[in-house]
């Protein structure tokens, strides 16, 4: 991802949604930072994928 992709997507405060997570067990918050982070992109995909149904915006000021 070059500088303007990263700013449209992620660091323009005008499209960007700040969420604050709470993760309780260490164990679970582990194997998705490795979904999230790791190499593979098929599993992170599928949890974005699997997920997003249940989000619900919550905005935070930053």
């Known amino acids: 991802m070059d500088e303007?992709?990263?700013w449209d997507t992620t660091m323009n405060p005008q499209?960007?949604?700040l969420r604050r997570m709470n993760l309780k067990d260490a164990a679970e918050a582990?194997?998705?930072f490795e979904v999230l982070m790791g190499n593979e992109?098929?599993?992170r995909r599928e949890f974005i994928v699997d997920?997003?149904?249940h989000?619900?915006?919550e905005?935070?000021?930053a």
Do not use: K
């Open 51 to 53: 997920g997003a149904e």
């Open 4 to 6: 303007d992709q990263l």
């Open 59 to 61: 905005l935070i000021d």
């Open 15 to 17: 499209h960007r949604l």
């Open 41 to 43: 992109v098929a599993p």
């Open 30 to 32: 582990e194997r998705i």
């Open 55 to 57: 989000v619900v915006p």
